[in-house]
């Protein structure tokens, strides 16, 4: 069990503003989600993502970046995180 946030976590994928200035309050939790099957301009998925089939909606499952999901048993620390 987690008692750490999860952009702690090395499946945190943080959901960036239009302009790609910086990082929400929010990210794709990537061990959980279907990720599109092609990324936009821009956009760089993490490796070893699971894609959705052509023409099916990807399946994101968001997380906060400073909230903590007690009952997750993929948690993973980041390198270098504490």
Known sequence: MSDKPCNTCAYYDP?????????????WCAIKSKYPVV???????????????PGELAVPHIVEAKGI???CQQY????GSK
């Open 39 to 53: 990324e936009m301009p821009g956009q760089t998925f993490p490796p070893g993502v699971d894609r959705v089939e």
């Open 15 to 27: 959901i960036i503003k239009g302009d790609g200035s910086k990082p929400t309050n929010h990210g």
């Open 69 to 71: 999901v007690r009952h």
């Open 76 to 79: 993973k620390a980041k390198p």
